[in-house]
């Protein structure tokens, strides 16, 4: 009974100490390939029909993982979903069924969306839906305990975000305090990091957020779009006539 009672002691403790040391630069990628393997726990599918369910109840490793696994997604897009994210961010602004109207379908896409979860919470809170309103206010806090336990907004230690923007929404809407200087650069392994100052008063702070992972798929759909650009096109006049369109215009 004892041993018993010591290792559980011990598996709670790798747990915490899990959480508190994930490094980006060495996590990140294992967690990706994790969630594309449909034994692994933190398969992306399987993680994301359990917090759909029930994901104010997850860890904070859980959320991590999740978080990884969504930048492996087929619709993961970071910056293309950049302005219906900040819609959510004013949620209190908009009528209910505006913010109704999407929401059932990003969250089978994209459940947790910080933006998203925030949006939802003070949606519901306007409708009088209590337990909705608390169930996406946990989702939301859950979000950001997740985000806190990755890093601490060092430049050695960013944070670990999946929308450029889901720095703002931490410091706005978690913190609920004022962003100064806005600026970017490199931690000190190379991965692109967003860097907000976060204003208190008299007092700021700056915080980094690694986001590689978007700016990396934001260079590669932009090469992709270019190379389209410079391919030969095939076009049909209005008399019905296909035509070679040159890469050079003629």
């Known amino acids: 009974m004892k041993e018993t009672f010591l290792f559980i ?3 709670i403790s790798i747990n915490v100490i899990s959480a ?8 990140f990628e294992k967690l990706v390939e994790q969630s594309k393997d449909s034994e692994s726990p933190n398969n992306y599918e399987k993680l994301k029909t359990e917090f759909i369910q029930n994901g104010e109840n997850f860890t ?9 696994g969504q930048t492996a997604s087929e619709f993961y897009n970071a910056y293309g979903m950049i302005d219906m994210e900040r819609s959510y961010q004013v949620a209190d602004r908009f009528p209910s069924d505006t913010i109704h109207k999407y929401a059932d379908q990003f969250l089978k896409i994209y459940p947790v969306n910080f933006s998203l979860n925030y949006g939802l919470w003070k949606t519901y809170e306007k409708d009088n839906d209590k337990d909705n309103a608390e169930k996406f206010k946990k989702r939301f806090k859950l979000i950001a305990e997740s985000i806190l336990s990755t890093g601490d907004g060092t430049n050695e230690k960013p944070y670990f975000v999946i929308s450029p923007i889901d720095g703002q929404v ?3 809407l ?3 305090k004022e962003i100064g ?6 931690d000190p392994n190379g991965n692109f990091v967003d860097i907000l100052e976060m204003v208190d008063g008299e007092n700021s702070k ?6 590689a992972h978007a700016m990396g798929l934001f260079k590669k759909q932009l090469k992709e779009d270019q190379e ?13 006539k296909v035509i070679l369109k040159k890469k050079n215009g003629n």
């Open 9 to 11: 002691i011990t598996f």
């Open 20 to 27: 508190q040391n994930f490094d980006y630069q060495t996590d």
């Open 60 to 68: 904070k490793e859980k959320v991590v993982a999740l978080m990884a």
């Open 170 to 172: 931490l410091i706005r």
């Open 174 to 176: 978690y913190y609920k």
């Open 181 to 186: 200087i806005m600026g970017s650069g490199n």
């Open 206 to 211: 700056s915080l980094n957020f690694v986001i």
């Open 228 to 240: 389209n650009e410079t391919e030969d096109k095939y076009e049909i006049d209005k008399n019905g």
